[in-house]
């Protein structure tokens, strides 16, 4: 079955770096676009970054444009989210997602809390 398990988050200082990893497997993952989301409490879920298939495209949201990145291994089949410049407002549990056959399929999550 399709899954994508995240890794990597943790409490970080403002200004600070983490680099999140969603190992996926039960599906092609060199043909599916990878997505990066965050949710923060009390807010709704959103979209952070995405990557296409080839790894060739990509695109950011305005608020973690030039601090964030994300990237793909196609041989690995993981994606990634390199975090930079952390700020206390990316607080939040990030997610990683695909479509498959029109169906979205989640992560359970990894927290990633910036503070001081």
């Known amino acids: 079955q399709v899954q994508v398990v995240e890794s990597g988050g943790g409490l970080v200082q403002p200004g600070g770096s983490l680099r999140l990893s969603c190992a996926a497997s039960?599906?092609?993952?060199?043909?599916?676009?990878m997505s990066w989301y965050r949710q923060a409490p009390g807010k709704e879920r959103e979209l952070v970054a995405a990557i296409a298939s080839s790894g060739g495209r990509t695109n950011h949201a305005d608020s973690v444009k030039g601090r964030f990145t994300i990237s793909r291994d196609n041989a690995k089949s993981t994606a990634y989210l390199q975090m930079n410049s952390l700020k206390p407002e990316d607080t939040a549990v990030y997610y990683c997602n695909v479509v498959v056959w029109g169906y979205d399929h989640w992560g359970q999550g990894t927290q990633v809390t910036v503070s001081s």
């Open positions: 039960g599906f092609t993952f060199s043909s599916s676009r």
